[in-house]
């Protein structure tokens, strides 16, 4: 019988899965998600493979259910962050700087591109998450346009170049150079925006 973690069989369930959550954001890490297995995660995590198969179906499964924690948690604590009383510009200054912190919330895989090599349904849920935090910000310039704080215009363009701005080159790594650099990128886009 296999060892119980937790008090209560839903605590063992949150734990096995955050393990394997772990495991696999650790995996991710160093190896794209195709050369990961199923085995490989449940060794990292510490947990029997048949533990696996009792929370997700497959290895996509698992995926999906990742990144949408993920999502939940980015999206949680960037409204958290930006309070009841932001102004729609003070939530967008904000949108852009949590966009540099990324790596914090989200695992980014190395090699093939992630929806490349998982079939067209999974590639088409993850791509669901990523339209989760567009529609965040796009709810935000709605509200700036709105309030006369930026002019009216495609927010649909607007978004994609805002994100083309923060995801195209990552930030540098050092300090003073990454606080200089996410500055100017603020300062560029607020202009762009007709802030």
């Not at 696996?52 to 290895?59: M, S």
């Not at 990523?130 to 607007?158: N, R, T, Y």
Request: net charge negative; proline share 5%.
């Amino acid at each position: 019988m296999p060892k119980i973690i937790g008090a209560t069989i839903a605590e063992h369930r949150e734990v096995t899965r955050t393990r394997l959550f772990d495991a696999l954001a650790h995996l991710m890490a160093t190896r794209g998600f195709d050369a990961i297995t199923l085995a490989d995660i449940a060794t990292e995590a510490g947990v029997g493979r048949t533990a696996v198969y009792n929370h997700f179906a497959d290895k996509e499964a698992l995926l999906i259910e990742f990144i949408e924690h993920e999502t939940t948690q980015y999206l949680g604590l960037l409204a958290a962050d930006l309070g009841a009383d932001a102004s729609p510009l003070e939530q967008l200054q904000l949108y852009i700087r949590r966009q540099f912190e990324l790596k914090r919330f989200f695992h980014f895989a190395p090699g093939p591109v992630l929806t490349r090599v998982v079939s067209p349904d999974t590639a088409q849920r993850i791509h669901r998450h990523v339209e989760l935090v567009e529609e965040h910000l796009q709810g935000i310039l709605a509200d700036a346009i709105a309030a006369g704080l930026i002019p009216d215009q495609d927010i649909h363009v607007a978004c994609r170049l805002i994100h083309a701005c923060v995801t195209g080159r990552p930030a540098p790594e050092r300090e003073p150079e990454r606080t200089h650099f996410i500055d100017g990128t603020e300062r560029f886009l607020l202009r762009g925006l007709g802030a």
